[in-house]
């Protein structure tokens, strides 16, 4: 199976395009592949407990909870939940912050397809 790593740049708040992407993780992990979503810029957001207007990042099922669920990864971009007074605790359980190094070496690594949004 393929391997994805998914970059999402924008928050719950910056229209549907965000949460469609992550769905879209969380298909692709239920067909069997691979999924890393990373959450960068105001994107990392998104997995702050509770997050969007109505709340689809724990949502049972959908969203970044029902990625978790389903065996994907979350990643959030270190150097941003910094740059935005955000620190680890507040996040979704399981939401890992990450170095660019990390992701870098997951973008290189054979068989991955990168896909930003």
């Given at each position: 199976m393929d391997e994805y790593l998914?970059?999402?740049?924008?928050?719950?708040?910056?229209g549907p395009g965000a949460e469609r992407f992550v769905d879209d993780a969380v298909r692709l992990r239920a067909a069997g592949h691979d999924?890393?979503?990373l959450l960068?810029?105001?994107?990392?957001?998104a997995a702050l407990a509770g997050a969007g207007p109505?709340?689809?990042?724990d949502a049972p099922g959908r969203g970044l909870r029902g990625l978790l669920d389903g065996g994907g990864?979350?990643?959030?971009?270190?150097f941003s939940l910094t740059h935005r007074a955000l620190v680890p605790d507040q996040l979704l359980p399981g939401v890992v912050p990450v170095e660019m190094d990390e992701v870098a070496?997951?973008?290189?690594a054979p068989g991955t397809r990168g896909v930003w949004h």
């Open positions: 998914l970059i999402e740049s924008q928050g719950p708040w910056g999924v890393v979503l960068i810029e105001n994107g990392v957001t109505t709340g689809p990042a990864r979350v990643w959030a971009d270190a070496a997951r973008l290189l």
